[in-house]
């Protein structure tokens, strides 16, 4: 039997050496691209649940109704806006006792959606003196609660002579420095007007003293407890027609609850909150919790599928090179050797 061994072919390993590394380079390949593609569409998933469902303007799931764009929501409804509902007499219960021991017959005068009137003096004034020698925090705790614009208009008769609070942004305030003579010593008031928590129609405060922290120049939110006095009637800047101005009116008048107070109370600014990490990523991960930052993952992905493609090109070629009977990749100057010998004919076995 004739065996034919050269040096050439003598230390050569057998063909097929690099198909174990091509299987495993493939195997990575299609495990990376399936990671990949898990954690993708869990990504995606998610993304499309934290989208708010579409609505067709109607309620749905707590979804208030849509209404037309108002140009004028966000304007305070001053003088002018509203129309004020018949002037009606107050009817004081005698005997009644208010915070501070101040009677109910003192709003025997008062009434309804008018202005400042001279027989009401003396009801204002007795009011205030009573509230400045209150403590606020005993004026707080005796306040009924806290009541909206529309409790006030329309139920003022259940609610004149009560301690009530209300609250909300400031929107002017009127000094009157200069106030009717009294006797009660009341030299200085101030007229406040504040659009109320959740609406646009004003609330008017009579109160004495602004407090030591009051922001000057600012319009700060603000709270308020005191008598319900009545719905105070102003002029508004709409002029007055028909009817109206048949009797002599050149402006209308609206009216808005009056509460008299001692001062007013600013409410604690929040601190802003921190400002969160910018998150840099894609915007399908954002929200998703993850064990790198969201910026990281395409990249590290993408250098994973380059990886891989590398290592399946050398797999592929180690595999070639075996199976065309090169061998392995053993260098250059090893294959130049090769190729420069000549067969030696005394190696062969006879």
Not at 320 to 334: L, T, Y
Request: charged content about 25%; hydrophobic content about 40%.
């Amino acid at each position: 039997m004739l065996k034919f061994r050269s040096q050439r072919t003598a230390g050569r390993p057998k063909p097929g050496n690099g198909s174990g590394l091509q299987r495993r380079g493939v195997w990575l390949a299609m495990a990376l691209m399936l990671v990949a593609i898990f954690f993708g569409q869990s990504a995606w998933r998610k993304h499309n649940a934290a989208k708010p469902a579409p609505t067709d303007g109607h309620l749905t799931d707590n979804i208030v109704e849509k209404k037309p764009a108002d140009k004028d929501a966000d304007r305070l409804i001053m003088p002018g806006d509203l129309k004020g509902p018949e002037l009606k007499p107050v009817l004081p219960v005698d005997g009644k006792r208010l915070f501070g021991g101040v009677m109910s017959k003192v709003f025997a005068d008062v009434s309804d959606d008018s202005a400042y009137r001279g027989p009401e003096t003396d009801a204002i004034f007795t009011l205030l003196k009573a509230l400045r020698h209150s403590d606020e925090r005993d004026i707080e705790l005796a306040s009924i609660g806290r009541l909206t614009f529309v409790q006030l208009q329309e139920q003022s008769a259940d609610y004149r002579g009560e301690i009530v609070t209300v609250g909300g942004v400031v929107e002017r305030i009127l000094p009157q420095t200069n106030p009717k003579p009294n006797a009660q010593g009341i030299e200085k008031q101030y007229e406040v007007w504040i659009r109320p928590d959740g609406g646009r129609l004003p609330i008017v405060a009579l109160c004495l003293d602004l407090p030591p922290d009051y922001p000057t120049g600012t319009k700060p939110t603000v709270d308020v407890s005191g008598y319900f006095f009545k719905r105070l009637g102003y002029p508004s800047a709409e002029k007055a027609s028909g009817a109206a101005q048949e009797k002599g009116m050149t402006n209308v008048f609206r009216s808005a609850p009056l509460v008299l107070a001692k001062t007013l109370k600013v409410r604690a600014v929040p601190l802003a909150p921190a400002a969160a990490a910018v998150d840099e990523g894609p915007e399908f991960l954002r929200g998703i919790p993850l064990p790198i930052p969201a910026k990281y993952v395409l990249p590290l992905i993408g250098i994973g599928m380059i990886v891989t493609v590398a290592l399946s090109a050398w797999a592929f070629r180690l595999s070639r090179s075996s199976a065309m009977g090169q061998g392995p990749i053993v260098g250059r100057h090893r294959r130049d050797e090769e190729s420069a010998a000549a067969t030696n004919l005394n190696s062969l076995d006879l």
